[in-house]
């Protein structure tokens, strides 16, 4: 029997952020993933502390910029890879209103520290933005593929990482902890993104899941090595090569890429781009979103030790170091958790 202080289910960006509590205070785990969620993956892998639609703030975005940028960075050094790509974000303006409404952000206390009071004139011929840009501050991408890819690799190397569905099914619960196959462990972290809707113990939690999708286009007369803001997102990833999202698609729960999807990308491409451009791919995966935009976190109300670590929405790169120290420090200090991310916020069987 091998026996470890957690079982963690899930290595997507949630279960990275608190399986780094654990090493960093020298705690065993044995993780699992079977694939069968790509919101991580996927991921367009913003960070960006301010909502371009209505130029207001993030929710904690400072406190949690404050501790999601040296958490990447210290991955960087221990992985060997290359995560944060620092890259300013322009909000492509459409009218001198909506650039007089960014001015007036400026002086609001939460969103003035994030945005630069001076418009960007447009240089580039192939974007079509007559208003000009602003810039927000403190922006850039993590590369997800590159973290989960290296993540399970480095855990693959100290036999920490499973590589196959967890069946809750085979999961007895004893007083003094869990027995999963030859596994025993003291206490069990499920972070499985949408996949929680096959948990039987937090499948009542109310976690809609948003479906969205990408797509990869090759435009070698764009030449931007910003991240434009419009009514999509483009981000530079070099060599020509750009990624444009998202879709937000409520009733399909699919991984799979659609023409629909793509259609919508493309026109609302052209809507600010002048150039020609090919679509080389296209990828989608389920947003783990909750009905009140905030994470689930918590204890099971009637199984000891038993945790849930979900619900990062849209967010996910810059919530999940916050909610997996949140959820650290409640397991083993019982420090109270944030009432907003408490999942016993909701009244459920769970
Ligand atoms: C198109 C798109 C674009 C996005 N862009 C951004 C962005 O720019 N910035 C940002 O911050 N966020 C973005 N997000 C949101 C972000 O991806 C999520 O918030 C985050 O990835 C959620 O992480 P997670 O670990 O909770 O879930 P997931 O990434 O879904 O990870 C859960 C893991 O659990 C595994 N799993 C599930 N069930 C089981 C089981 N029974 N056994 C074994 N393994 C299991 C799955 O395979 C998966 O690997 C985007 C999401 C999408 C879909």
Known sequence: ?????????????????????????????????????????????????????RFTSVWKSKEQLDLALPFYKKLEQKLKVQLDYKTPVLRRFTSTEEQNNWFAAADKPNVGNFISTKIVKNTNPAIKADYGFGEVLQTGRIDTQALI??????????????????????????ENGFVYKNISAKHIVFAEGFGLKHNPYFNNLPLNGTKGELITIEAPELN?????KSSAFLIPLGNHLYRVGATYEWTDKTNNPTEKGKEE?????????????????????????????????????????MFVLNGLGTRGVVIAPYVAQQLYKHITSNTALDPEIDCHRFKTEN
């Not at 960006?13 to 993780?31: G, M």
């Not at 919101?39 to 639609?53: D, E, F, I, R, W």
């Not at 931007?224 to 434009?228: P, R, S, T, V």
């Open 149 to 174: 890819d290296s993540y399970k690799n480095y855990l693959l190397t100290n036999d920490e990482f499973v590589n196959s569905k967890f069946d809750y099914e085979q999961l007895n619960c004893t």
């Open 224 to 228: 931007i090595d910003f991240i434009l």
């Open 1 to 53: 029997m091998n026996s470890v202080d957690f079982i963690v289910v899930g290595c997507g960006l949630a279960s990275i952020a608190f399986i780094e509590q654990l090493k960093f205070n020298q705690q065993s785990v044995i993780v699992f993933d079977d694939n069968s969620q790509q919101s991580s993956t996927v991921a367009g892998g913003l960070y960006n502390p301010v909502v371009l639609k």
């Open 265 to 305: 990308l493309v026109s609302k491409l052209k809507t600010f781009i002048n150039c020609e451009f090919k679509v080389i791919d296209q990828v989608a995966g389920i947003r783990p979103t909750v009905k009140d935009r905030r994470p689930l976190v918590g204890e099971h109300s009637a199984q000891k030790n």
